[in-house]
């Protein structure tokens, strides 16, 4: 403000300097946020050192045996990444399709009644504790899933004279299976994809849509070619953010997938679906509800943190940039 | 496409326009289509849950029809001669809503708000929570006397939070010498002043505003009057006096204002006091019926014995969850106590004090973009946070209320930060250059015009985030929460429960019952808590944003 000499319209000095205090706290306030960065990192690299003093970084990043707990540990990082993996992409086939469909419909579609229900359904979805979730997965989805895929599909109907019976059989899942695990943080993650992306969409300009129209485009050719394409960059940034999150799910999966980590199965690519497995975040819970404080596992459990920190962080850069980078520029 | 003229007619004999038209329906029927798994996976999962928790299908025909008739039909009734869609009883007055709205949110609000603050003083001791309230009250009510008295503001402005930590120090002080003398002291004498003494002053200066001087002096009188008669009254029905305590000054009295300010400011409104009577009316005359009637009911699980008792791993039917709900609720008030002042204080500094170029302007950039990096953070990351914070470094015991209530509030910083941002930013600029044009300086703009008008957006951020945060499991395992315990945590020092954590151990209990019985009824309990939380954010957004 007015400081070049204007005495008069100058605030007395005490009213100068708690202004300044003000601005202080506030900046203090704001500063906070760095240190919870700076404490999650170091919290995370302080034991995650001290555990690769003891373990190989190599044998971690590369071992197939997780089993921290039980008899010789072994500390192998893979069948838990490989878990994950297995629940991010089932949940990434529920998901993206489905929560894009959403997004489409509620930008181009749904009238303003519509949106008004749905947008606060979608948020009592996301907003379902996941250890709810969990406990659906196991007690309620799991059955169903069992009770309505049949264990064999016939390619060759039987009965066929000369061609020989070939049946592809399904196999039933286990009370703890990566499938329903997925399919339940498929669903938790489908609002974060659908309002992501639906912003994405409606904020591309009308002048684009009308000019499609005048051109002759059905709406359908409105929507697909020219208000997706268009908003592309926020689509794919909220299909990063949607996996880097269901990545760091933990207690639907650690209820529902369960807690005994396996190397995939490449042979049959369905047996994995519909084993137990475990996740990074699995893996973490676990250790913390069995490990007293101290000990190699218990350090473990801080490279797993890191790990699944770096993996995430990585993505939502990644989310931030595409978007950034990507974005088209209307004005 | 509906108005087809001839004109379209010998278009769309076109085979590629009929090609054209039914690639158009057969998208709109995909997005429908995945819409409708949205919506449906959720109504199961409710559906599911519900069924396993209140069992339907164990009730009579006669009990629907029952319930139907006493409590459905007249509510419907009722809401439907509210909205005005019942023509021939005529419109009704236009303050009828307005009064229904607001009837619904005191008496719901009010019995909520007295049952948990009756429920949680309990538990940490009803002498130290009487002792807080006075030690924090006190200073600050002195400050603005003060303030008010000699006209003085320049050091008032900061002399209240700092008088506040000095209540907070002098609480600690008492409580330690003389909290076991006022132990000694019957439990409704000391809820007289944790419930009855906050009452009559909020409802004494409300009565102020909208009667006069006089007659809030009068409705504080009453208030303390009706605390004595309350405890009067439990003790001669035979329940705890401090519950009559709670429900006569914290639920009779603000129903009892309402209802004169009804009848003072908008008479016309008043047939919509009778929406909360009808539903709770019907209700009792529903349960009355049924018993004396003999009918069975509900094959529940959600009974008494699972709010109010504690848990037994044995046996289902005596399974509760009170001292994890009560330490769930200890936690979202830690929570919140340590997350919104400082998520408002930081938003505050990004959105109005940050200058935008130069150094402060690149620390804004880094401080925005390290906030939606840390949104991103798994939860179970916050959980090694706090694990390392609190017990390796500041080598406080495993599982305490307060390392909880801090590692959850770290969790929700930025959420809280990112909505306050977002109300700070609705904030019409005219309102600040006209304040800054009075000669207001910036945090005079900031603390009188900017943030009054920013305020309904923040909570409702901030209790959208505390909901969402009500039934995070994995930074409480990490922390070492233990997920049994048989009594409410007693203090901020004493171990934490919390009702997820139930719901996460007891996913494996051998015993069929737990999984379709009892575990069904404790999330359908967490999920109403939520649900409840979200619409009061609701209730506050649209409350204020109808203004």
Redesign the interface.
Known sequence: ?ATEGHDTLQ?DG??VR??R???R??????????L??A??V???L??TIVFFGEVSIVGYLTGTDWTPLIGEASYGVLPLVTGTLLVTVVSAVIAL??GL??A???SE?ATARTRAV?K??????A??????????A???LTPLLNEVFPTRIGLIPAGVPVLPEYTFVVPSLRTFNVLSGGVVVG?II??MV?SISEDALSSVPDSLREAAYGLGS???DV??KVVVPAATSGIVSSYV?AL??A?????AV??AVGSSPQMPDLGNVLVNLTQENQTI?AA??QI??AES?GGVTYES??AL?MT??VL??GM??VA?LVRRRYREEYD | MATDTEDTDWLSTDARLRW??L??RL??G??????L???L??A??FA??GRDALGPFGAEPSWFLLYFGTAVTPIAAYTLYVTGRLRWLGDPHPDVRTVNDTAFAVVFGSLVLGLVVYAVATALAPEDVAIYVVCLSVPPLLVRGYARRYGET?FT??GTPVSVLFGLGAGVVVAVTLGETLALLVDWLLFLVVVTLPAAALLGSLAVRRFSRRWGYLTSAAVLVLGPAGAIGGIVAGFDPALGVVLASGVLAPVGLLVADTVAHRRGGWPGLLGPVVLIGGVLVGATLERSLGITGLNSWLTPTLVFDSWSSTDPTAAGIYPQLVGSIIIVAVMAVMSF??????A???EE??PETGWGGRLAT??D??????A??????????G???F??AFGLA?GLVITAGATLG?LI??IV?VAAQEALRSVPDELRQGSYGLGA???QTVRNVVLPEALPGMLTGTI?AL??A?????PL??I?VAATRFSPPEGLFSGATAL?LQ??AS?GNAIPEY??GV?AAA?LV??VT??AM?ATA?LVRNRYENN
């Open positions: 403000m605030r005490l009213a708690k202004e205090l003000y601005g706290l506030l900046a203090a306030c704001a500063a906070l946020t760095l919870v960065t404490g999650i170091l919290a995370l302080g034991q399709p489905t469909a959403i489409i419909y509620l579609y749905l606060p359904t979608l948020e009592i979805l907003g379902v504790p996941t250890v709810i979730y969990g406990y659906f196991l007690v309620y669903l489908i609002p659908s059905t709406k359908f929507s697909t953010l880097s999150r990545i760091g799910e933990t207690m650690t209820i975040t973490m819970v913390a509800g404080l459990m801080f943190g699944l920190f995430t962080l939502n850069v931030e | 054209q038209r690639k158009g998208f709109v995909v997005l429908v289509l995945a819409t798994v949205g919506v996976a959720l199961a999962l599911y849950i320049h402005g900061p002042p400082v998520g408002v204080g930081a505050i500094y990004l004090y940050a880094v401080l973009v390290n906030i939606s990096n840390l991103g953070v798994p939860s179970v990351v916050y959980g090694l946070l694990l390392a914070l017990r390796n495993p770290l910083l930025p930060i300086s910036r945090w959208l909901g969402r009500i039934g995070e499991t994995a395992v990490m070492g997820p719901i996460f996913a999984r379709t575990l999330s967490l999920l939520l649900l979200n609701i």
